[in-house]
């Protein structure tokens, strides 16, 4: 469990004293209503300048006000904003407040849009800047000319976000949802594929797919998928509420015609942020949600006629991407890697634990699902909160009694342990929390 007091310990107590943070001649700290809090450094400082350390690692998690004892493991569901994020979101939020004759602020939202557009291996035109996930799949599904009796092609571990609009359009056109079942976890790529494929027929319209599940974290085999569809004339239309700042994502590379994903999770911008990459050559087929149907010039930003927006947040995009940049992409998603790898590792030695994320990196990141023996899931989940204060959260889908821990960078091996100390406590005593979480 590490806190910000912690951050401060490790500090006297040597970790960082030769640590870049040290050569930099910030401040090490101040105390502020009985809590320390750790400078806020430049998103300069976050480049790493040697080896990539628990020292380095250290000074990433020094920039986020991480509840003081809490070790946050539920990134799926929302990350934590780190300070350079607050702090721009702050300072455009005052200043509009104080000033809003200048409220839309569309030039630097243009530049916020190029500069998403480079992160994702996209062009300006090709970007709408969204409010959720959800909103970027909606966009696509409902601004498709479908019609009664197409077809749909989606798996049972799809989140609502992208499945709502698919069963509204059922209800309301009759469009048919084809729903297959995803092995936990899979054998091969071919075996993915070929589900799809086998669901396939000439009424297909197109694939929606996860990036990467919600439920166990399986990284799908976009490409291999978008190849399908393409080569069976249809389109596919990616959930991507998790990769985007949490893998090296490259639109062109993956060929993928629509993809959505989230700024609250793994690019840690907060609530209320989203991207939807729309392709270029497919934009004349899908209508804007709302507003005018739009000029081909603007690209993708006809699908943001919205009316007014939470201009802070989406400008505050622009210090989360500028860290995750000088951090390095390759950086995080390698990071983030071996933090699950070393949970799934220890997760596999727990007597008692079944995991259903598979142990493969192809399949597999920063997500991972498990259950302790037939111990309630939520029992579990509150045993290790009031226990020792680590947040990760329940899952239901498919039936599943199961949790699911996150591991992000500003996680650190320590909390990954400490995770796995408490499982193997809940699981070494599963007589006590079978009908209560109570220590
Ligand atoms: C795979 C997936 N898709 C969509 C969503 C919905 O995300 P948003 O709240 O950004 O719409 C989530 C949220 O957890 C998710 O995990």
Redesign the pocket.
Same mark, same amino acid.
């Given at each position: 469990m590490i806190s910000r007091r912690g951050f401060i310990r490790g500090v006297s107590g040597g970790v960082l004293a030769t640590g870049a943070l040290a050569r930099s001649g910030a401040s090490l700290g101040a105390w502020e209503g009985g809590q320390v809090i750790a400078p806020t450094l430049s998103i300069a400082h976050l480049k790493p300048s040697g080896p990539l350390d628990e020292a380095y690692w250290w000074r990433v998690r020094s920039q986020f006000n991480i509840l003081d004892g809490m070790t946050f493991m539920n990134n799926?569901?929302e990350g934590p904003v780190p300070r350079v994020v607050l702090e721009a979101n702050e300072r455009v939020f005052r200043e509009i407040a104080e000033n809003p004759s200048n409220n839309y602020r569309r030039e630097e939202v243009d530049e916020v849009r190029a500069l998403v557009a480079g992160f994702m291996g996209a062009e300006a035109g090709e970007i709408a800047l969204t409010r959720?996930?959800?909103? /970027?799949?909606n966009i696509f599904t409902h601004g498709l000319d479908l019609k009664a009796g197409d077809e749909v092609v989606y798996c049972n571990h799809?989140?609502?976000?992208?499945i709502g609009c698919i069963t509204t359009l059922a209800k309301r056109i009759g469009i048919k949802p084809v729903v297959i079942e995803i092995p936990s976890p899979p054998q091969s790529v071919d075996q993915i594929v070929g589900l799809y494929e086998k669901a396939i027929t000439p009424r297909t319209r197109f694939i929606m797919v996860?990036h990467?599940?919600?439920v166990t974290g399986l990284i799908t085999p976009i490409k291999e998928l978008a190849d399908l569809a393409h080569r069976r004339g249809l389109l596919i239309s990616v959930?991507g509420?998790?990769p985007l700042g949490m893998m090296d994502l490259d639109m062109k590379a993956m060929n993928v015609d629509h993809y959505?994903a989230?700024?609250?999770?793994w690019l840690m911008c907060g609530t209320g942020t /989203?991207v939807c990459y729309i392709r270029r050559d497919i934009q004349d087929r899908v209508w804007p949600l709302m507003g005018p149907p739009g000029d081909p010039k603007d690209g993708a930003k006809k699908y943001e006629a919205f009316g007014q927006r939470d201009v802070p947040s989406v400008l505050g995009m622009t210090a989360a991407v500028e860290m995750q940049k000088a951090i390095g992409k390759p950086n995080i998603e390698a990071r983030v890697r071996a933090l699950s790898t070393r949970f799934r590792t220890g997760l596999k030695a727990i007597p008692g634990v079944k995991m259903w994320t598979s142990e493969d990196p192809l399949f597999a990141a920063g997500l991972t699902l498990f259950s302790v023996r037939d111990i309630p899931m939520a029992n579990v989940q509150q045993a290790i909160l009031s226990r020792d204060r680590i947040y990760i959260r329940t899952m239901t889908t498919g039936n599943l009694n199961a949790c699911r821990a996150a591991t992000h960078i500003y996680n650190l091996p320590s909390e990954v342990d400490h995770l796995l100390d408490s499982i193997r406590h809940v699981s070494e005593n599963a007589s006590r929390y079978m009908t209560t979480a109570a220590q």
């Open positions: 799926g569901t959720s996930t959800t909103e /970027g799949m799809e989140h609502g976000g992208g996860s990467m599940t919600y959930d509420a998790h959505a989230a700024g609250q999770k /989203g």
